[in-house]
């Protein structure tokens, strides 16, 4: 479908004016916004915002309808045009297992580390700001009343990486991992150094087992992400995974190696 996410809900927006009787100037002078605003909004020239939506929800009664469809939007369309079919993928898993060896997994990230991840990106603060919002929405799946199982394998290194000239902040994102860990359906074991040179440093990637019984796989690079369902190529990262998670320290082992990285940035 060619529509987008944005198009629909200023679409939806248009509609609801409509079926409350009002023109685009009544609305706009109750919700203090100016016409002009709602036009923009309405004809897809302005994109909409959480205030903006938060205020026509309480003007038109929705129970916060707009401001969901919002959060929704930002799950999708927040995130790279090359990148929605995996977010897809990734909302209907059952598990996923996610190796890392450089950064902390998306999945896992507090607001302030991911910004960090896109800090020297060539990406605009608007483009910023939508990677980070659709990175912290896709966190739901964990979080949800039935949540997807994660296992995410990192490298030692992940944990011991500076922020530069931000130590407090690494801090917070490794307690953040410790709270993460302690869930029962998330596992995060880490790789020691003394694994040395292993399978697999030379790039992180992503399994998802979905509901059907198939398995989708996410490869990152520097320049756009490659989603796989070959069944091919699905058995050579599973071998990858498996040669991986077996040079990995046990559950608890990683954890107790976790609360200690996270006490060294404090």
Known sequence: MGESWWDFIAGELRQARARAGLSQEDLARRINYSASHVSGVETGQRPPKADYLTAMDQALETGGLFLRMLRRASLTDGAPAWMRAWVDDERAASMLRWYEPAYVPGILQTEAYARMTLAESLMSAEEVDQRVTSRLGRQTIITREHPCRLVAVIDVMVLRRPLAGHAALMGQ?????????????????????????????????????????????YLDNQIRAQMMHQVE???ALEACWEAV??????????????????????
């Open 173 to 217: 994102q490794l307690a953040h991992l410790v709270k993460m860990a302690v869930l029962p359906h998330v596992q995060i074991l880490v790789v020691p150094e003394e694994a040395g040179l292993y399978p697999s440093l030379q790039g992180g990637f992503i399994l998802a087992s979905l509901t059907d019984g198939s398995v989708a796989a």
């Open 233 to 235: 190529d699905i058995a």
């Open 245 to 266: 998670r077996g040079e990995a320290l046990s559950r608890r082992q990683s954890l107790d190696l976790i609360k200690e990285a996270a006490s060294s940035w404090i």
